[in-house]
């Protein structure tokens, strides 16, 4: 059962202890209800994957508290820190270069160098005991009328109910619209949302140009070439052949490294980024060509490992 938190001192107790026992909860901030997890605990963001059925790892949000830990996760500019004292806390988010120190799951980033932060401005998203959150706005279904309406704890509850520990109930949000998100070196619009493109364009003193899909930031020239290992990538390998790395999952043949032993998706979906990083260094320390990778099952998280495999297995170019 999803427990129903007041947004009160004990219900933000309450909260806390889920949090730092890698259960998930969500949240509400002044855009749009989050799903949060420890974003340090690799098995807490697989789990917010898990709980949304995403079928992709899209990178998330890491919610801070205040500046010291925005600085702690993110390296920022001069740039990057005068909006930061503009716009924060409030609905913009900034992607800055990581600082990989900071322990931030390779999940929350998807194997990116860069990570997303925000300040939210609502007094229960800001409340010290949460941070640093990995967050995402668990979007439920349109209604019949086409209308979605993420802003109150019962329309988490309607997608998520008995799949997450709690919802902090925190009423309705204010702004009702996610945040606007940023990308800068050179600045980009990376996704409409809370702060309008005009007073960001004022503030940087030049037009802002539109940086794709931040939904799928996957697109070409964005996550492919980062995933791709340097060695070849061959999937649904059953077997070793020479002049492979094999990377296992499950029982099977004998690997050079596994994702899982046990076969655990979860595990599995937390080690993917740094093992395939493994893999690639352990193939040119042995002038392997190769990264043969075993079968994952096509369920449940299986299917967003799938979908990161592909494109690491796909031609570049
Ligand atoms: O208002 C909001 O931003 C809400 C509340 C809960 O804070 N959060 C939210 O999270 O909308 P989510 O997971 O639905 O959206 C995160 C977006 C995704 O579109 C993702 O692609 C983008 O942030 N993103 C995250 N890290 C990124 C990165 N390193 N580079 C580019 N885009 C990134
Ligand atoms: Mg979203």
Known sequence: MTERLEAEA???ARAADLLRAGQLVAFPTETVYGLGGDARQGTAVAGIYAAKGR???NPLIVHVADM???EQVAIFSDQARALAARFWPGPLTLVLPARPEAGISDLVTAGLPTVAVRMPAHPVARARCFWPLAGLWPRPRPTPSGKVSPTEADHVLEGLSGRIAAVVDGGACPVGVESTILGLDPPMLLRPGGVDVETLEEMLGQPLAFGG???KPNAPGQLVSHYAPGAA???EATNKQPGEIYLGFGPGPEADL?????????????KLFAMLRVADKLA???GAATIAIAPIPETGLGRAINDRL?????PRG
Request: glycine share 6%.
């Open 258 to 270: 596994t994702l899982s032993a046990q076969g655990n998706l979860i595990e599995a979906a937390t």
């Open 284 to 286: 040119s320390a042995r």
């Open 10 to 12: 004990p219900g933000l």
């Open 310 to 314: 592909r494109r690491a297995a796909a």
């Open 55 to 57: 079928p992709q790892f």
């Open 233 to 235: 990538v061959r999937l």
């Open 213 to 215: 899909d931040a939904v």
């Open 68 to 70: 010291a830990m925005a």
